[in-house]
């Protein structure tokens, strides 16, 4: 039954996406590993995490499209549990150091031997072990996303409300992982990792192997979006976003179709974090800053919202940019950050997926298409 | 107090209202209102604005809880103490006085998302149509006169097809009691004749409570009418019978 809904999700258009990510997966680490420096198709060393890491943005950008652009509830605190499966993977990372710390304590890491605590606190036990790390890493952000959901949706807190405490929850994050009694490093975070599964992160056979990682797992998270996307259930979610009250008198429950949506979501967001953090090396309170949200939002306005594609394209396309501006024009960035998103707004409301199947194909009838999904902030009067 | 009510829940009509009230901010809308609708019957209400039409619906629905009152469906289920979704499973089905259809999804995928059946996250995402299921929706399709434009976006619909439209989810639905607000709001006279021949058909195997205000239309319908004024019955009976009473002709009808 599960992998007949699985094989729903790969119709055409996602055959196509999964493809080529598979070979991306597959020949930027070979071009990288085994072309001889200076060749002119070799990626070279410093773009294979990079590309990684835009990767993981995508991931996220998918993650949050799932919830804003199907099910209508715009989050302003995605950031959050990307930056939990981030910890996660990153407490993980700590306890593989062992005794190579500067202080040299087998059993603590660094942060702790310097708070001069003497125990590893209960909630860093089992971190030393990868499958558990990782069972966290979803667990942690999936739990966060219910619990919140669950009060959150039940009390039917919609639009601009909900938004506002989406960024309230990532900024409480924000501040209490400051703190050095949480025991996460406060402010400096977690960093210096050394290995992974026994490979040092610094190796470019590491680096190549969690480029293909993160190319395989937003390959994965697509499918699974897309099997939800193109169920009765993806129907009933669009339904939601358009008419939640009336899906009511139909004899659903919108609450449950919302927390579902947000939890999966949550959950291939802590994926994207934990992906991220061993291909930048360090993972910091400042992930969870309401302006790490906020740019998600506005990757998947660019990209389109309401298609699985859109976010994706948006994630890498923005992200490209930043990379070029925060190096050629570091003052302007936010200001062309900004701009893009006003230009988009106005003139692009579907961003560019929107932008470009909108418009008329030779051969092709032209698509009728509404702009249903567009006030989704906007509280509906018949609550 | 009162009443001409079985005083056995076994013994009570389809739809049981008694001693209904309820206030928004002091303003009393609905007051002490009692309704019986039979099993089977079709009943059309009619009535000044503010009367409590909606409201009444909205009790019924369990969007809004009464302050006094007992509101019973089917003899026994006590619709004060559910909420909608769970009113709307027990058979109780409700067209919206502005139509209110899923815009971006197609006529043949709003009257999916209506269609009886399991209404779990879980049974969504697993749901395989069935061969029973798209002759149904064939047939209702049929019924409401839109085959030809099942692919269409509902938002592209005309207004008196996106009323169609609902009355099509509401029989996808397959309630026992359906509450139809307003049907031929903003209707051409032909799609109110249309409109009239869809509801006497269906009102041969379901119950049906129509409010409107349009007196050709309900004339049309020929059954029983109640007419509510200030949140309570004023006059029932034949639609002779209640547009020749003195009382209906003051407050609603005018001389």
Redesign the interface.
């Given at each position: 039954m599960i992998s007949q809904a699985l094989l729903r999700g790969l119709n055409g258009k996602a055959m196509w996406v999964v493809a080529l990510l598979v070979a991306a997966a597959i020949l930027v680490p070979a071009s990288n590993l085994l072309l001889p420096a200076g060749h002119p198709l070799r990626v070279p060393n410093y773009l294979v995490p990079l590309m990684g890491k835009y990767l993981c943005y995508a991931m996220l950008a998918l993650a949050l499209d799932l919830v804003w652009g199907y099910c209508g509830i715009l989050s302003l605190g995605h950031g959050a549990f990307f930056a939990l499966g981030g910890y996660a993977m990153g407490m993980y990372l700590m306890r593989q150091i062992g005794d190579r710390g500067v202080y040299g304590n087998p059993d603590l890491p660094d942060f702790m031997v310097f708070l001069n605590w003497d125990a590893l606190p209960w909630y860093w036990q089992g971190f030393d072990m990868f499958w558990f790390a990782m069972l966290m890493v979803m667990v942690v952000p999936g739990l966060l996303a219910f619990v919140f959901g669950w009060f959150a949706f039940r009390s039917r807190v919609t639009g601009v409300y909900l938004s506002i405490i989406t960024q309230a929850m990532t900024y409480a994050l924000l501040l209490a992982f400051f703190r050095n009694d949480m025991g996460f490093g406060g402010n400096n975070g977690l960093t210096d990792f050394k290995d992974i599964l026994g490979a040092s992160v610094q190796a470019g056979g590491t680096r190549a192997a969690l480029f293909a990682a993160s190319a395989l797992m937003l390959a994965a998270a697509f499918v699974v979006c897309s099997a939800i996307v193109n169920s009765k259930l993806g129907k009933l979610m669009i339904a939601v976003r358009d008419a939640e009250s009336r899906t009511r008198f139909l004899g659903f429950r919108p609450e449950y179709v919302k927390l579902f949506a947000f939890v999966v979501s949550a959950v291939i967001a802590g994926i994207a974090g934990a992906l991220y953090v061993p291909q930048v090396g360090i993972i910091n309170p400042g992930e969870f800053a309401p302006a790490n949200s906020i740019e998600v939002v506005i990757w998947a306005a660019v990209g389109g919202r309401g298609s699985l594609i859109g976010p994706i394209i948006g994630a890498i396309l923005v992200n490209v940019m930043k990379s070029y501006f925060t190096v050629a024009y570091p003052n302007l960035w936010l200001f062309a950050l900004g701009g893009m998103f006003v230009f988009v707004t106005l003139f692009m409301p579907k961003g560019i997926v929107g932008f470009l199947s909108g418009r008329r194909w030779p051969g092709r009838p032209a698509r009728t298409t509404t702009d249903a999904g567009l006030d989704t902030a906007k509280p509906s009067p018949a609550e | 107090m009162t009443s001409i009510a079985p005083a056995r829940a076994e013994d009570r009509p389809l739809l049981y209202l008694d001693g209904v009230s309820v206030s928004f901010d002091g303003f009393r809308a609905i007051n002490n209102l009692s309704l019986y609708l039979e099993k089977g019957e079709m009943r059309a209400i009619i009535g000044p604005n503010g009367a409590g039409k909606t409201t009444m619906m909205d009790i019924i629905?369990g969007k809004t809880r009464p302050d006094r009152g007992d509101v019973f469906f089917n003899g026994t289920i006590d619709l004060t103490q559910h909420?909608?979704?769970a009113i709307?499973?027990f058979g109780i089905?409700?067209k919206?006085q502005k139509p209110?259809?899923?815009?971006?999804?197609t006529v043949e995928?709003n009257l999916?998302?209506?269609m009886k059946g399991k209404?779990?996250?879980v049974a969504?995402?697993?749901?395989?149509s069935s061969r029973h299921e798209r002759e149904a929706l064939d047939g209702i399709l049929e019924t409401i006169r839109l085959t030809g434009r099942r692919a269409?976006?509902a938002?592209?619909l005309s207004h008196g097809q996106k009323q169609w439209l609902e009355i099509g989810?509401l029989l996808a639905?397959d309630p026992k009691l359906l509450l139809i607000d307003e049907p031929v709001a903003g209707m051409t006279d032909a799609e109110t004749e249309e409109t009239v021949r869809l509801l006497k058909e269906i009102a041969r195997d379901h119950s049906v409570i129509v409010v409107e205000h349009d007196m050709h239309f309900v004339r049309e319908l020929g059954v029983k009418v109640t007419c509510l004024h200030e949140g309570s019955v004023l006059s029932e009976g034949t639609l002779d019978h209640v547009s020749n009473d003195s009382r209906v002709i003051e407050v609603y009808l005018g001389r």
């Open positions: - | 629905t909420d909608e979704p709307a499973t089905g409700r919206f209110t259809v899923f815009e971006s999804h995928d999916l998302l209506a209404r779990s996250v969504q995402f697993f749901h395989v269409d976006q938002a592209n989810m639905q």
